[in-house]
């Protein structure tokens, strides 16, 4: 998953992506601009959307990948339960190459093919000193016309999508990868492909809210307010009735830490 970075988003909007949280379709579009698309698949009138935001060297979205490629296409794109968009982004070295690799399969047919192959190579290819020539090779082991290919991977087409796709990730408030928006609810995370399928479920049958939490957790950490800290330390003190630095640390926000074992 990327770290957070800081975004102008909205107070609502960013307290719920950081608590693995959904907002209504009210609240996010359930559209992305074309210039902005990586891929499309599925019925137009499926009754579920799914929004994909993804990093070709993400981890994370290796091992979702890993998990959810052939149950998604197969048991929800397929039979027409439903459609993905797939939105790439570039937050690493070799990010746009291989983005560029995969819609420029796709153009001739094998999507998926070398979708799966960047995410089951990843720890190769990103580390190659010539990134666009690694990806050239996957292009020729998967038979796609290498010329036509390598014309496409050279476009000056793709750094204009990425560059749309970052102003998604701001319009949706995605602060990591892998990112979903399930018919205009978002979700982000290192997520589990039998925790969304569960949320695709809930949505098919008209009932979002049915969908389980996340399992992800985001940590939160409190702020320690030292001003406030040293008032009440001072004022305990003068009063000297005492009371032990643990009230003074509560009253300040500042949790106790848990007993050693």
């Known amino acids: 998953m990327r770290p957070s970075r800081s975004l102008a988003i909205g107070g609502t909007v960013a307290a719920a992506a950081l608590a693995g949280c959904?907002?209504?379709?009210?609240?996010?579009?359930?559209?992305?601009?074309?210039?902005?698309?990586?891929?499309?698949?599925?019925?137009?009138?499926?009754?579920?959307?799914v929004i994909y935001f993804a990093d070709y060297v993400c981890e994370d979205c290796a091992r979702f990948s890993r998990q959810a490629g052939l149950p998604l296409k197969r048991g929800w794109l397929d039979t027409g339960r439903a459609r993905l968009t797939v939105v790439d982004?570039?937050?690493?070295?070799?990010?746009?190459?291989?983005?560029?690799?995969?819609?420029?399969?796709?153009?001739?047919?094998k999507y998926w093919e070398m979708h799966e192959l960047l995410f089951t190579r990843q720890e190769s290819w990103k580390r190659?000193?010539?990134?666009?020539?690694?990806?050239?090779?996957?292009?020729?082991?998967?038979?796609?016309?290498?010329?036509?290919?390598?014309?496409c991977t050279a476009k000056p087409s793709h750094q204009v999508r990425i560059t749309a796709a970052e102003e998604m990730t701001k319009r949706y408030a995605v602060r990591g990868t892998p990112a979903f928006v399930v018919n205009g609810r978002l979700y982000y995370g290192s997520q589990e492909w039998r925790w969304l399928d569960q949320v695709?479920?809930?949505n098919e049958r008209g009932a979002p809210d049915e969908a389980p939490a996340p399992p992800m957790r985001i940590p939160t950490r409190q702020v320690v307010d030292s001003?406030?800290?040293?008032?009440?330390?001072?004022?305990?003190?003068?009063?000297?009735?005492?009371?032990?630095?643990a009230a003074a640390q509560a009253a300040a926000g500042v949790a106790t830490p848990p007993p050693r074992r």
Request: net charge negative; with cysteine; aromatic share 4%.
């Open 227 to 245: 001003v406030r800290l040293r008032a009440l330390q001072d004022s305990l003190a003068r009063a000297g009735d005492g009371a032990p630095a």
């Open 128 to 151: 190659a000193i010539d990134i666009p020539a690694a990806l050239q090779s996957y292009a020729v082991e998967l038979q796609l016309d290498a010329d036509t290919f390598a014309r």
């Open 22 to 49: 959904t907002l209504s379709s009210s609240d996010i579009p359930d559209t992305v601009p074309e210039v902005a698309v990586a891929y499309t698949e599925g019925d137009a009138d499926a009754p579920v959307h």
């Open 200 to 202: 695709l479920a809930a």
């Open 89 to 109: 982004v570039a937050w690493h070295r070799g990010s746009l190459a291989a983005s560029a690799a995969a819609t420029c399969a796709a153009d001739q047919g």
